[in-house]
Structures are given as structure tokens and as C-alpha cells.
């Protein structure tokens, strides 16, 4: 709780309307969770404009309300008139929940792929170590395992804030958490510094948002300039950056300048601080030799997949940031198990692979259709499809990798939102006949219904195969255009198997 008057010194102010000498019990930005002694900021997002809920704000008990604009409220409503409302979301909410990330060691993970996994495997390590963590991810957010449900990768300003006061009341020692790009570029990190910083890859997506890569990477630079400069409270600060990366110099660039931030690089091609060679792998597990200031350690992990050696890699990079002891990290992979929904394996004692993956980037399809390639001698099939109200220019891409690197591919939906789900799915199959014209024994179908391509997948499916279902991982829903149904691809494919085999 906090006096208004006193909330109100960190913001620049406009003009007040009403009484300031209040006391505030929470913060909010969505008129349907106000309570008596909210403050509810207005924010015009991409669908509406929150100035037009102050009213039922207002009625619900808000103590006052933070606009940009004139707004029709009942007599006697503490309105707080400002020139940006979301500057003001930025200031006065950090300030409210007395800056809690100040009092955790704050590791962020950020990249097109892989901050899921990584995330969880530097987690891992420092729960090994004793500590308790916090997560804040694509999945969930956690406080040691004790699990929350999350709406987006990275949560907004007053989500992430109040997320981030829990885990610092609850002697959360350290936070590993993703930080998306949209998150960089709309400031729901404002009020947050970071120790160590990791970036794992730049490959095509989210372009409908950021409409070119140069803007794209900008955007995942940032996240080195918020890499905090108070050497005093919060010593050890590091940049992780994957050298093999074509934009691992944009990143370097950021922390550029950061006198107590020094880099460390990771990589399998390049030379790198961390470097990773002879790397094997199997279905369920890797096994690769870390080079390190001239030493050879030799890591064992339950992750398949040339990718995940990379998250690897930038996992311990964080880790020997935070101080773990390299004996310590190598111990503790050994013991991490994958995150749900990536490369999970569906076993019901069918006699075909059957792989459950959250690949929904060019990139990720292409990363494990290469993986599923190297491990089986049978044929891959893929089930996938693309994201509604989503880079529409990934999905030709998509289409001509599962021509280029599967030997069956059945074109289904994804979420597909708002959009028409057949036209989502025409725009995938024109990058797949393209490119099937180099790969005359390819063969693929389109079958909307997911839980139909699904099953027509694992028919299909003979001895040695490999089904990979890919881009809805841990997802236990479809967005549809009216309404968001139960659709779990791990349930279905069980499902499948038993009544097909
Ligand atoms: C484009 C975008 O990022 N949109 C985010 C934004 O929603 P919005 O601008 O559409 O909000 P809006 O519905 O127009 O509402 C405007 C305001 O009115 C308020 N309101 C609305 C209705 C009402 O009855 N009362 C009320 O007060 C809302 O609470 C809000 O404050 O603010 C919402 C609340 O913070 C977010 O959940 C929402 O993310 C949506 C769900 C989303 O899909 N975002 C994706 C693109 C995203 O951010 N993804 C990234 C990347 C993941 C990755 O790495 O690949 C992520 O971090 O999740
Ligand atoms: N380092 C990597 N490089 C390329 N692809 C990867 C990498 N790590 C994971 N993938 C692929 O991307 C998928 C998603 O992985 P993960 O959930 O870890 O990424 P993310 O960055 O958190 O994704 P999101 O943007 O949805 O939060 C995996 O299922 C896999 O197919
Ligand atoms: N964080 C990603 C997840 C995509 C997952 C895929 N299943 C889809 O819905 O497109 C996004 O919001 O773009
Ligand atoms: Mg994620």
C-alpha cells in the first residue's frame, strides 16, 4: 500500500483532478480486475482504449486514474492527467512494488528460439546449488516448482512487477526469465535491470511486428543496455552471446561501453569462450566436449538435437556467470530433463518415433527435422501449420523446409486466431510446391482439422519412422477465430496410436 501523493513524485504529472491524499492497494490496466483502492492506468493498446473502462473503473472502487485524455468518470474521481500513459505505467509501478527484481539476481534470456530451454536448464543448475528460483516464461512462472499461469512470454509492466514482488517476498534469490522481443520493443521490462544477459539466435520471425531483421535484432539488443551498470550492490554482471550467430555483433555492440559487463561468447563453428566439438546425439540425449580457457570437459545431457547443444552452451555461460562452478553445472545437466512440448517423445509402444515439438519459426522446423534426419533411418513425417495474426511471411518459408526436409508433411492449423484457417494454410502450401519441385519423392497433404492430420500422420507411419508434430509443444489449446478450444498434440497423438496401431 502506498499514499498516491507519494506515488506520484516518480512521474511527470500534467494535472490532477480530485483528492491525491489516498492510499492505493494495487495498480491495474484492465478495468475487470479493479478493486476497491486500485489505481487503473488507461492504456489505448491494439484493440481498444482503456480510457473508455475508466468509468466502470471508477464504479468498481478505483481510487483514482491515471489518463491522457479527458475521460467521463463520476464526480469526485481522482483523475491524474499525464501526456503518456504508459511512461507512467513505467514509473510509478517499479516505484509501487519498491523495485523488487533490485533484490533477486536477474538473468534474461532472449533470441527467436531456445529461451524456453534455456531458461529452464539455467534453472535447473542454480536450483541444484541450493537457491531458490524464480521463472518467468512462454510456459509458466514459477517460484522453485511451485507453478502460475502465464498469458504471455514476457508478461506486461504491472504483471511482470507483481510477479516479480511474490517471487522477491518469497526469498527468490534468483529470476531466469525470458524477455521477447515485443517485450523489449513495448518496455514491459521498464524498472528492471539485468545481471547476466544471454542471447541465443536471430532468425525470421515476428516481422509482422517488427517488419524488417535490422529492427528485429535492435530490438533484442536492447536487452544489453538494460544489463545493469551498479557495480556496487550487484557485482558479476555478464553478456552471453552465441558467436555462430550472423547478429552476435549487433548484441556485442549494445554492451559496448558497459565497463562492468564483460562478454562471453559460446559456439559449435566459431572460436568462442565456450565452444562445444564433437558433439553426438541420440533421441534422448546428447553428449559434446566443452572447451574452456583451454580445458576439455566432457557434458552429458537428456536433450537431443544439434540446437540444443547451444542451449546449452549459453545455460552454462549463465551459470559461470552467476558464479556455479563448472564441475557443479556439468553435474546438474546430466540430470535436466527436457521442458514440456519440446522434443517430447510420445511412446506407446508403437513401433515409429513419434515427437511432440514447439518449432513454429523456420529456423526451429528446420533444427529438428535436420535432428529427427540424423537419428533415424525411416522416413519423417510432419504435422505443422502456422499461427493466425502472425508473420504471415514465415509460412511459405515453413512450407518449403518441411518439403526440403521430410519425406511426408500433412499441412494442418496451428492457432489460427482470427484468420481463415484454409487461407493460412494455402499461403504454407505455396513455399511446399515450390520447393517440392526439387523433391520429386516428397509427397504431402492438407488436412485443416489438426486432429485429423494428426492421426493421419501416425496411419501413415511405418517401423523406423519418425512423426514429428511440430509448433503447439506444451500448448493445451487452439485459438480459433470465436472461441479457444482444449487441444493438447501430446493427448492426440497417445490417442492416435492406440487407435490406429
Ligand atoms: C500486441 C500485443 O503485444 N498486445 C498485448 C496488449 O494487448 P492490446 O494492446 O491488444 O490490449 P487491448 O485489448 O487493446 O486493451 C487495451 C487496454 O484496455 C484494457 N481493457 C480492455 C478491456 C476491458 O474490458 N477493460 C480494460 O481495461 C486492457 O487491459 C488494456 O490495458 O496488452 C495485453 C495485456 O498486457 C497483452 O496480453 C497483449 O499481448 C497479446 C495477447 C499478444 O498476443 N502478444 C504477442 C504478440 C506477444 O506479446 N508475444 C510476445 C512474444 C512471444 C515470442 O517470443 O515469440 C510475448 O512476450 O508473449
Ligand atoms: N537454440 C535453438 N536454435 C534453433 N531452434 C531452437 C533452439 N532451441 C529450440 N529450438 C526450436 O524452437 C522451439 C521452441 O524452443 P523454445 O521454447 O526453447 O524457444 P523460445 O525462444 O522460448 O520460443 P518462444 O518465442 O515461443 O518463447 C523448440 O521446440 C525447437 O524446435
Ligand atoms: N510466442 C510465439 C508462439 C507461437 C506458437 C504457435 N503455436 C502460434 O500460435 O503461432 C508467438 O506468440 O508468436
Ligand atoms: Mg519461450
Not at 483502492?37 to 483514482?64: E, R, T
Not at 515409429?352 to 525411416?378: Q, S
Amino acid at each position: 500500500m502506498k499514499n498516491l501523493e507519494k506515488l506520484l513524485k516518480c512521474t511527470d504529472i500534467n494535472y490532477i483532478v480530485g483528492d491525491t491524499n489516498k492510499e492505493i492497494t494495487d495498480i491495474t490496466a484492465d478495468s475487470r480486475e479493479v478493486k476497491e483502492g486500485s489505481l487503473f492506468i488507461c492504456l489505448d493498446g491494439a484493440h481498444v482504449d482503456g480510457h473508455n473502462y475508466a468509468a466502470s473503473a471508477a464504479q468498481k472502487g478505483a481510487a483514482a486514474i491515471v489518463a491522457s485524455r479527458e475521460i467521463d468518470v463520476p464526480e469526485g474521481t481522482t483523475v491524474v492527467y499525464v501526456t503518456d500513459t504508459r511512461k507512467a505505467m513505467e514509473d510509478i509501478t517499479p516505484f509501487y512494488f519498491d523495485y523488487p527484481a533490485r533484490r533477486m539476481r536477474m538473468i534474461a534470456v532472449t533470441g527467436t528460439n531456445g529461451k524456453t530451454t534455456s531458461t529452464h536448464i539455467i534453472a535447473h543448475i542454480l536450483r541444484k546449488e541450493g537457491y531458490k528460483v524464480g521463472v518467468i516464461g512462454t510456459i509458466h512462472w514459477l517460484i522453485n516448482d511451485e507453478e502460475h499461469p502465464i498469458h504471455n512470454t514476457t508478461p506486461d509492466v504491472i504483471t511482470l512487477q507483481k510477479i516479480l514482488f511474490q517471487m522477491a517476498e518469497a526469498g527468490v534469490t534468483h529470476v531466469s526469465m525470458e524477455v521477447s522481443s515485443h517485450a523489449l520493443s513495448l518496455n514491459r521490462v521498464a524498472g528492471v535491470e539485468f545481471d547476466t544477459a544471454v542471447f541465443t539466435n536471430l532468425t525470421e520471425d515476428h516481422l509482422d511486428y517488427h517488419k524488417t531483421m535490422e529492427n528485429y535484432a535492435a530490438a533484442k539488443a536492447r536487452l544489453f543496455s538494460l544489463v545493469s551498470s551498479d557495480e556496487h550492490t550487484k557485482p558479476l554482471k555478464s553478456g552471453i552471446i552465441n558467436a555462430d550467430d550472423p547478429y552476435a555483433h549487433v548484441m556485442k555492440e549494445a554492451v559496448h561501453g558497459k565497463t562492468f559487463c564483460p562478454v562471453f561468447t559460446y559456439a559449435i563453428d566459431h572460436d568462442a569462450d565456450l565452444r562445444a566439438v564433437n558433439i553426438h546425439f541420440s533421441s534422448r540425449a546428447s553428449v559434446f566436449d566443452l572447451k574452456m580457457d583451454g580445458v576439455t570437459y566432457t557434458v552429458h545431457t537428456n536433450l537431443a538435437g544439434r540446437f540444443n547443444v547451444y542451449n546449452t552452451l549459453a545455460a552454462i555461460g549463465a551459470a559461470l556467470s552467476e558464479g556455479v562452478r563448472i564441475d557443479h553445472i556439468i553435474s546438474a545437466l546430466a540430470e535436466f530433463q527436457a521442458c514440456p512440448g519440446r522434443f517430447e517423445l510420445i511412446n506407446e509402444g508403437q513401433p515409429f518415433g513419434v515427437v511432440v515439438d514447439y518449432a513454429h519459426t523456420p529456423d526451429g522446423l528446420e533444427n529438428i527435422l535436420k535432428t529427427a534426419k540424423e537419428i533415424t533411418k525411416g522416413r519423417i513425417l510432419v504435422v505443422f501449420g502456422c499461427g493466425g495474426d502472425r508473420d504471415r511471411k514465415k509460412r511459405p518459408i515453413m512450407g518449403a523446409i518441411a518439403a526440403k526436409y521430410s519425406d511426408i508433411a500433412i499441412i494442418t492449423s496451428d492457432n489460427p486466431r482470427s484468420e481463415d484457417p484454409n487461407f493460412i494454410i494455402s499461403e504454407v502450401e505455396d513455399g511446399v510446391r515450390q520447393e517440392a519441385k526439387n523433391h520429386p519423392a516428397f509427397h504431402y497433404e492438407v488436412i485443416a482439422d489438426r486432429r485429423q492430420a494428426i492421426e493421419r500422420a501416425i496411419r501413415l507411419a511405418e517401423a523406423e519412422d519418425i512423426v514429428l508434430i511440430a509448433g503447439k509443444g506444451h500448448e493445451t489449446y487452439q485459438i480459433l477465430k470465436d472461441k479457444t478450444i482444449h487441444f493438447d498434440d501430446r493427448e492426440e497423438a497417445r490417442k492416435a496410436i492406440r487407435e490406429c496401431k
